[in-house]
């Protein structure tokens, strides 16, 4: 048997564990920043579907867009998210029966989230829409129910 003699051989590899970790680092955080996009969607369709149902559930027209962007926040911050990255747009005809209302949010994600470091670059614009129809039957409002179909 022959003893091992000198270090030769005990730096060779070195380099694939130093690379491997850093393909772990960076490819963990690309998995996350992508889970990131999804959760952010999923934030925008929450929002745009409670504002929607809020302004179809409002009294009064000048209550409605005041409740849609308030259910709106309140679903954004809900799913832990920044409501001043947030938009709301509220599309279609005016607050009258059988009116169909869109509202549609826009969610801006960062490019890149690095823990204790913050959030880097413009990123992704994820956006939801969700539409609803005021009831024709609902008491409180003025005109007669004219709904087509």
């Known amino acids: 048997m022959r003893a091992a003699l000198g270090q030769r051989g005990q730096i060779a590899g070195l380099e694939a564990v130093v690379f491997g970790t850093l393909v772990f680092v960076f490819g963990t955080l690309l998995v996350a920043n992508a889970w ?25 027209s000048s209550e409605a867009d005041g409740a849609a962007a308030a259910a709106a926040r309140d679903a954004i911050e809900g799913h832990g998210r920044d409501w001043d990255r947030a938009e709301l747009a509220m599309a279609g005809a005016a ?3 059988c009116a169909r209302v ?6 801006q994600v960062p490019l890149i989230v690095v823990p204790l470091l913050g959030q880097h ?3 992704f614009t994820v956006s939801a829409q969700h539409s609803e129809v005021v009831d024709p039957y609902r008491s409180g409002l003025d005109d007669e129910a004219r709904c087509g179909g």
């Open 121 to 123: 670059g413009t990123g």
């Open 36 to 60: 990131g996009v999804i959760d952010a969607k999923l934030a925008a369709a929450s929002a745009a579907r409670e504002a929607a149902r809020s302004y179809v559930e409002s009294s009064t």
């Open 102 to 107: 869109i509202a549609e949010v826009s969610y």
């Open 95 to 97: 607050f009258a029966r």
